[in-house]
């Protein structure tokens, strides 16, 4: 069994599906601090595992040691972080309406709502974080959390690295008591094709690419019962540099920007695709920081094949000019740097503004600062967009406004590689940067996406469940009429 | 201008839509107390146009006097109680994480998230609540509420009550201030779907049929864009009687099932089309309960051919044994109630629990009350399920634990007809009670289904949101570092 795991059978997926949602009534039902504990034996296990799960990282994903020692520890940092919160157990959001006689519509009865899980959620993960965006990364972890069974489709980019990660958290879990079938990992494309139509199948997350992710939305959509189809896909992350912040410290964000688009070989969802900057901004520093940068490894072949298509449309524009031409050799790309004017941009977005997955990013020179709201208004739904500015700036207010109509994370003076994992942070945005411009992929409310609601309408409060009985057995944060209790 | 409206003409919905889109930041931008006020202004308009609105209603509905008044009543409450929710504030879920170098996974940035609006949302109304699901409805107030312009494709079965209530909402609107395009209605089955289409929508609330609904959300769904959909769709409602609640006030429950299923004319979504009780239950005063019932009017004349269609499917049924034949008079139809048993649902569920939607309802009868545990575990998704039992019944854990795996609303003793505006409420549930089963059409989270999250990565104070700026300018309930502030 150390070979590259065979693709799943039908039935054998047939047998997982079915065993997930045989162990869903038992998961939902588990108390707090048992499923909490779910997920810290599966952190603890994966933290164990260091040193098998690293070196299978490396060799499968060619990304170097010290990201894949960060990446793990960041994985398990998550599942710990969900742990918390499902301890905490504000993420129910039990409310308590009693029955009130002079309600103002006529007597309301006694009415109380919490989240409860939506059952087995198909996970699909990326090849760009094999540990912290796959099989044991946010969206298994956050759907443990809800309390639902967890199938990963593995990634064909660490076939290997899926299976023994699986084998540590489904190991982990069932010695920490979990039912049998709470999580699954299962290999081939097909096969994540029917465990999107799979008829037990209550929801998907998935990380990956715009042409892939649409694919699988439009199964999710297409069944006769449709399921949420959590899909975080591209986005080009633009950074508009003002013309103040550009006269303060210009130097400090061309080298801010160049560490932060060749970050991981530019193989991040978050990498800044353009930079918009004054027409006079002095490039020549940033054009030496690129071409001194080594090379890296790109994740795989298919990776490969896709950014050196994308690149070569790009630098085959009459409207681009190669500054730094990145090239492929024995120790992987070195980065590529293009430069284009804003009135090419605003021509032809869809051309300029495509997701070029790689190490290339793409400056864009302006005049009049003002027009950077021109670009801002017009953007497809992005990840992340970015200021780099002065308080100061008049054109800051509204800049930040018309992104924030756009992108799901806004950025002053920062670089948007790097999502930290915390209560407010929000991944996501509107299409293509997800097929569900309301929810999360990172963060404490990614788990809302696992979760529906059911109100209860006049239960005797001993077959209430224990988050919306009266005596509050669970000890957790509630609305009772509306208010904190 | 009185008589029917005319379809709206294609280029006439790209004005409307356009002029939504541009009314979308000013509307956004709106402070809480402001917005309130729209909503406010919305209701007390309607408050005063109600001896033009309510003949109008009955007029096209067949719906009575003093449901029509007390519909009206509801949907105003409804535009108030979303008026004190924004002044409220905790809807916006303000969360801010302070910079935080000591953070688990390393150093983490000050992260502040907020919800925002989504933008122009298209309303396609209810036939059955042609004031409370429909024109100025549920879908309308909380939409509004959120901050986002509304689109309203004016209900074909009351569209001269639909035109009269946009007029009103519309000017009341203006008067409070609202930017211009914020509310508009439009006509046409054709001009809906373009709506659903339009390169504008960011959102869709629908109330109606599944063939309706399914049809537009699989048109959502196909955008280069796709965009939510929120379908209330259908439900059958059932009603699960046991053997001790029937021996103990049987002929109460009886009694109270016939009031529920035909109140409205059978016309509420809510409508229990199916009760379940012990083979011995004495039905006798049922029937004559029913047959004793005063014939009703249906809303219009598709209602009535279809539900004509599926009393007569179900009737036609070997299975099924008619109690008692409903007939359309000149005064409306009286209504049916048809029985089978238990072993008929099991072997063709499909067929036996496809919605009714009129004055109609069918008695099941069971031996054995712990099979009832297979027929809540093999339904479709429901708005509502209903247990009417004694405390101390065996079986009552592990149904109504299994009713909340395929219900949004569980209730005990009660009846599902009538959904009170509150803030735990949820009127919603798996497919196909809705497309969309994390969210409800009716209650306080109503306004989330119009929402997004923005996350602002350190971005000075005086450039934030007021929402999310230190001082807590608008006074609203927030967490801070995951706990409340």
């Known amino acids: 069994m150390t070979g590259i795991p065979a693709d799943t059978a039908e039935e054998e997926l047939d047998r997982v599906m079915e065993g997930a949602a045989a162990a869903a009534p038992a998961l939902a039902a588990m108390r707090p601090p048992e499923r909490a504990a779910l997920l810290r034996a599966a952190a603890d296990e994966l933290d164990s595992a260091a040193e098998e799960l690293v070196p299978l990282a490396i060799e499968e994903s060619s990304l170097p040691e010290p990201r894949c020692r960060g990446e793990l520890g960041r994985t398990t940092f998550q599942l710990r972080f969900f742990a918390d919160l499902v301890e905490q157990g504000g993420y129910l959001e039990a409310s308590i309406d009693r029955a009130d006689g002079k309600w103002g519509m006529g007597p309301r009865p006694d009415v109380r709502r919490m989240l409860v899980p939506l059952g087995p959620v198909a996970v699909f993960g990326a090849s760009n974080f094999p540990f912290a965006f796959s099989t044991a990364g946010g969206d298994t972890a956050s759907a443990l959390a809800a309390g639902c069974p967890v199938v990963v489709k593995a990634h064909p980019g660490h076939p290997r690295l899926a299976r023994r990660t699986g084998e540590a958290v489904a190991a982990a879990l069932a010695e920490a008591g979990a039912p049998a079938g709470a999580f699954a990992v299962v290999y081939g494309e097909e096969t994540g094709r029917r465990a999107v139509l799979h008829p037990r199948t209550r929801a998907v997350g998935f990380t990956g690419s715009i042409p892939g992710g649409r694919a699988l939305f439009d199964l999710a959509s297409s069944r006769p019962d449709p399921i949420p189809f959590y899909g975080e896909l591209g986005s080009v992350n633009p950074v508009f540099v003002t013309r103040a912040a550009m006269a303060a410290r210009g130097a400090e964000i061309l080298e801010g920007y160049a560490g932060s688009f060749t970050q991981g070989a530019g193989q991040f969802c978050t990498k800044p695709g353009v930079l918009l900057v004054p027409r006079d901004a002095d490039l020549g520093p940033l054009v030496a920081d690129v071409e001194g940068r080594t090379p890296a490894r790109l994740l795989n072949d298919r990776v ?120 407010a942070m929000h991944h996501g945005g509107p299409y293509p940067a997800s097929t569900s411009v309301l929810h999360t992929s990172v963060g404490a409310t990614a788990v809302r996406r696992f979760l529906r609601p059911v109100a209860y309408q006049s239960v005797p409060d001993p077959l209430l469940p224990e988050a919306l009985r009266d005596a509050n057995p669970l000890g957790i944060p509630r609305l009772v009429d509306g208010e904190p209790e």
Do not use: I, K, M
Request: hydrophobic fraction near 45%; charge should be negative; charged fraction near 20%.
């Open 304 to 423: 490969a094949g896709g950014f050196a298509a994308g690149l070569d449309r790009l630098s085959a524009r009459p409207d681009v000019e190669v500054l730094v031409q990145g090239a492929a050799g024995a120790d992987g790309w070195t980065p590529s740097l293009l430069r284009t004017d804003l009135d090419a941009l605003l021509a032809d977005p869809e051309g300029l503004l495509e997701e070029c997955f790689g190490p290339a990013s793409l400056v864009v020179r302006y005049d009049d600062e003002s027009r950077l709201l021109d670009v801002a208004g017009g953007l497809h739904g992005q990840l992340t967009a970015t200021v780099h500015g002065e308080e100061a700036d008049e054109v800051a207010p509204a800049l930040l406004a018309a992104l924030s109509e756009h992108a799901g994370r806004v950025l002053w003076n920062g670089w948007p590689t790097g999502v930290s994992v915390t209560h």
